[in-house]
């Protein structure tokens, strides 16, 4: 019996579910700080890009280039950061961060710097319901 996707239960913590595409999930990062999407494709037991099979991987591509395209529509960034890292959660994950020049860690990456801002139940409603309104 094949294992049900799970997210990885860090990924779980730090991000609230937006939504869903084809392949992956639609997180938003629990900093205010910044505007910072994580796309988690549902497939069980997958670490790097390469696990993925030819399709999936065009599929995922297309995905991170569809939020990241809705990103800069919306936010209107002064650049964009789209990485995939693993070094603490190994689950294939693609990080997708608008960054603006007046924000709390420019020019720095963004991880392990300050701590992180949660959202607050209203702003969390805004912006969830922002980006379903463009998907």
Known sequence: MKKQFELNPQLAKDTFLIGSLNLSDILLMNDSRYPWIILVPRIENVVDITDLSAENRLIFTEEINQIAVLMKQLFRPDR???????????????????????????AKPVWGIGEAVKYTTEQQEKIVTLFQSKL
């Open 80 to 106: 964009l950061n789209i990485a995939m890292l693993g070094n603490i959660v190994p689950q294939l994950h693609c990080h997708i961060i608008a960054r603006f020049e007046t924000d709390f860690a420019w």
